[in-house]
């Protein structure tokens, strides 16, 4: 499309984003830079801005107060690599087969983000944008998945679902099906730090480095006349509990050692997400760019890869489909046209990243793709549009194992070893009065939008339960509608 063709849809754009003023703003607003920055298993109480009191956030708090905080943000899927495939297609990733965090293992091919799905950075590349990835990567470590081939003109990260943190640290970490390896046997631990495809010398503590590769990467395109597009995913605070020795004495009032090492953890997110503010500051670029905060599922806190984590209120941890394991902080900041210091408390979810940022940036989808699940969520945060962005919102684990929908209010769920039950969030955020006896007939109309969403699903392509066996003892089928 040509800038001429363009301008018409850009204009309209400006107009509809702009409900505080009737002029169009500058066209540098038009299509702004755009941000994404997920964390990695962190509680969904777990940051200032969330209220936590031992882990001060001051940069991140300031980047929630520059825009709209989503109380009732969440994931498509409680675990890493599913919920990443969900929010960079922005389409319910069980519509393509994707239930399982793939297999570090030569042999296991297929495991990885299919190649019939376009990513958030295909579409914003085709528009015109620099894209770029830095991080964990953990949607395919096989070459044909590689970040530069689904889209990322540039990446700096590890290809696997985790890192360890300090250059030849030893520590141990959970493998899956109870096994457990260290930092030093376990290869997806150890795993080439890449520059592209080039491996690099693994030096100094991952998530600093990770954030000045970011800080570099905004500064470096600063002044390019193309938009950017960055995506950088933290590994942190993932397991193994792992920080710098500085960050660590900030914490020492924390007696527990784990839950001091995983604030020094979430702190380093904060001073590099800090360091970024700064340089997109002093580059003038900070109004322009459109930024989101996302973790990628709740806080594991007493299951596999416990990190000390903290969702209170909420009951549940990542693996589940309660809240705990679903809804996340959630930000979207965009100075130039979103309201700052807002609280929206309507249910939104990852998913909606990919259409809100597709707007933001004028990019048009392929319209061949299949349709996505996410909404443009920039009508409703500005209030523009004061109805719900979603009426339900779904969810399925292990292929069948445990299902979830949030309507409103009221929210469903069945896991493998319960009968349903029903709960409503307004009166009982941490889900532990069910309703289902009391309420049949909302109990019974949730239960059958769950049988009919299912109907636009697959069997996972890949994987298979990292818990193993539960499918079988417990009798409910793979796939099975609920
Ligand atoms: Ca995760």
Request: some cysteine.
């Amino acid at each position: 499309m040509s800038p001429m063709n363009l301008r018409p849809a850009r204009l309209l754009l400006a107009f509809v984003l702009s409900p505080f003023t009737c002029l169009p703003a500058a066209d540098s607003t038009l299509r702004p830079n755009i941000l994404l920055i997920v964390a990695d298993d962190l509680g969904y109480n777990d940051v200032g801005f969330q209220g936590a009191r031992d882990i001060p956030t001051p940069h991140l708090d300031r980047l929630a107060a520059s825009g709209v905080r989503c109380t009732d943000g969440y994931v498509s899927y409680p675990v890493c690599s599913p919920s990443r495939a969900g929010f960079l297609t922005g389409r319910y990733q069980q519509r393509f087969g994707y239930e399982y965090n793939p297999k570090w293992d030569a042999t296991a091919v297929t495991h990885g983000l299919p190649l019939s799905e376009a990513t958030i950075a295909d579409s914003l590349r085709a528009a015109g944008y620099t894209t770029g990835a830095i991080g964990k990567w953990h949607l395919g470590a096989h070459s044909q998945f590689h970040p530069n081939r689904r889209g990322f003109d540039e990446y700096f990260g590890f290809l696997g679902g985790g890192h360890r943190y300090l250059p030849g640290s030893v520590a141990e970490v959970e493998i899956g099906a109870g096994k457990k390896a260290t930092t030093t046997t376990d290869t997806e631990q150890t795993s080439a730090i890449l520059r592209n495809s080039t491996e690099v010398p693994e030096v100094g503590e991952l998530t600093t480095r990770l954030g000045e590769e970011a800080t570099a990467s905004v500064t470096r395109h600063a002044r390019d006349a193309k938009p950017w597009f960055l995506y950088l995913a933290f590994n942190a605070p993932h397991t193994p509990l792992q920080a710098r020795e500085d960050m660590l004495l900030k914490f020492a009032a924390l007696t527990d050692e784990r839950r001091r090492t995983y604030a020094a953890m979430v702190a380093t997110i904060d001073e590099a997400v800090g360091r970024i503010l700064a340089a997109l500051d002093s580059t003038g670029q900070r109004d322009r760019t459109l930024i989101f905060f996302i973790s990628d599922n709740g806080g594991p806190m007493t299951k596999r890869n416990a990190n000390a984590s903290v969702n209170s209120p909420l009951r549940g941890q990542k693996g589940d489909v309660f809240e705990g394991g679903i809804r996340v902080p959630f930000l979207v900041s965009w100075p130039a046209r979103l309201p700052a210091g807002r609280t929206y408390a309507p249910s939104v979810i990852s998913l909606d990243i990919l259409p809100t940022a597709l707007a933001a940036s004028g990019a048009k989808r392929d319209a061949k793709l299949a349709a996505l699940d996410g909404m443009d969520l920039l009508p409703f945060l500005t209030g523009q549009n004061n109805s719900a962005p979603h009426a339900r919102l779904f969810w399925r684990m292990d292929g069948g194992e445990a299902f979830a929908v949030r309507e409103g209010n009221w929210k469903w769920l069945r896991t493998y070893q319960n009968a349903p039950q029903l709960f409503d969030l307004a009166t009982d955020l941490g889900e532990s009065h069910d309703l289902a006896a009391a309420r049949p007939e909302i109990a019974a109309r949730l239960a059958a939008a769950v049988v009919e969403w299912n109907r636009g699903l697959i069997p996972p392509a890949f994987g298979n339960n990292p818990f193993g066996g539960l499918i079988n003892r417990t009798g409910l089928e793979k796939n099975a509608a609920p």
